[in-house]
């Protein structure tokens, strides 16, 4: 019995576009108005941006882009474990029944994805067993920027290495929750698309065709066969990490060649990048298959 890695990524030479989904405005509690917020992150070189505010869509229709693509969305907050609404239509009712919910959001042409597992003192806004019940979301956050200054813990890897072990195929995003001006850039996602309309960057964010990030940035990914090579040149150490977050490999420097084994027992890898302090970058896993 052999492997196949399946490759979220193109080997086509695309442009990478750098991007938020969850900001927040003065339209509920965020540091500014939605034009300074959209001013903001174009001052940043971010390609694109979702504004999330709580139970609120802050429609882009009408508002200066400044060079952004703009797509609506907002955090369905009320009720339950915030969910982020993405490429929004309408405001879906905050159900306490998140299922609910997340069958709306599909309903509409949307997706999902769970906000911040690890906030609060008892590090866990969304227990694990309702992440496991739910189905049909895209992802989660395995990195939100506001959580680094309030309780509980702003990286989620452990939820999503757990999730991905009992066999969930699902993506993880990196995202600021910008709610003071300080929290603006610290958490984005790269996304590889052919062009940098809605559409595009919707396709590439459902299917995986990107990495998450708050300060690494990956210049290389590279799929041969079995073997990745991912190189990011501001990373001290690249790691790979298979279920339940055990590590296969890992190099100090700024590139690693990894060959997943024919007899392999895991269903899958994921790359991550250290850079300087907490700066990391977090490829979306390569699933592995069974021929």
């Known amino acids: 019995m052999g492997v196949v890695l399946l490759n979220p990524y193109s080997s086509d030479s695309l442009p990478w576009l750098k991007g938020n989904l969850h900001a927040h405005t003065s339209n509920s509690d965020g540091p500014g108005a939605p034009q300074e917020t959209i001013k903001a992150y174009a001052a ?46 309408s405001l879906v009712p905050p159900d306490e029944d998140r299922q609910k919910v997340i069958d709306a959001i599909a309903a509409e042409g949307g997706f999902s994805i769970i906000c911040h597992p690890n906030w609060e003192a008892h590090f866990n806004h969304c ?13 989660i956050e395995i990195f939100n920027g506001v959580v680094t200054w309030l309780e509980g813990c702003a990286t989620a890897t452990d939820r999503w290495d757990r999730l991905l ?28 698309a052919e062009r940098g309309n809605a559409a595009d960057i919707m396709h590439a964010l459902r299917t995986g065709r990107f990495y998450a990030s708050n300060g690494v940035e990956i210049d290389r990914i590279e799929v041969d066969g079995n073997t990745v090579t991912v190189r990011a040149k501001d990373a001290h150490r690249i790691s790979v990490f298979s279920d339940y977050a055990r590590r296969q490999a890992v190099v100090d420097g700024p590139c ?12 899958y ?5 250290a850079g300087c302090g907490e700066k990391k970058a977090w490829t979306q896993p390569f699933f592995i298959e069974r021929t």
Request: glycine letters at 10%; proline letters at 4%; charged letters at 20%.
């Open 44 to 89: 940043l070189k971010h390609d694109f941006l979702m504004l999330s505010d709580h139970d609120f869509l802050t429609e882009p229709a009408a508002l200066d882009t400044h060079g952004l693509t703009l797509i609506s969305g907002n955090e369905i907050t009320a009720n339950g474990p915030h969910v982020l609404h993405v490429n929004a239509r």
């Open 127 to 139: 227990p694990q067993e309702r992440l496991v019940a739910l189905q049909g979301y895209a992802g």
């Open 165 to 192: 072990a009992g066999g969930r195929r699902i993506w993880g995003f990196a995202n600021d929750d910008c709610h003071r001006e300080e929290d603006v850039g610290v958490g984005w996602n790269m996304v590889q």
């Open 256 to 267: 690693i060649t990894y060959t997943v084994p024919e007899d392999a027992a895991f269903r």
């Open 269 to 273: 890898v994921r790359f991550e990048c």
